[in-house]
């Protein structure tokens, strides 16, 4: 765990808001084809066009942001096809919250 690359993924707003929004995918993405249901995909995920949409930003920079965010450990990732679903890492999650609880 790079708590560095970690704590500079999430020193953004929007890149906080995407690890929110993937807590609750079925909250937050309304469109059925927008995530993979647990039952298509054991672990699941969002497609990256449906994140982009709701951030309202550009293609690179949102997979700019997510790849920022996979190589901090924060998220994983699903090739179906020609789309990437993403989803939390909540391994990488739960560590951190266990150095906050230890260390700060």
Not at 51 to 80: C, P
């Amino acid at each position: 765990m790079n708590k560095k690359e970690i704590f500079k993924a999430l020193s953004n707003d929007t890149r906080l808001d995407i690890m929110e929004w993937l807590k609750e995918p079925e909250k937050h993405f309304d469109k059925p084809t927008a995530h993979l249901s647990k039952n298509i995909n054991e672990k699941g995920g969002v497609c990256v066009g449906d994140i982009q949409e709701k951030a309202n930003l550009s293609q690179s920079t949102i997979s700019q942001y997510l790849s920022m965010m996979q190589k901090a450990g924060l998220l994983e990732s699903t090739r179906h096809g020609q789309w990437t679903y993403y989803r939390r890492n909540e391994d990488t999650i739960q560590k951190m919250v266990e150095f906050f609880k230890e260390n700060l």
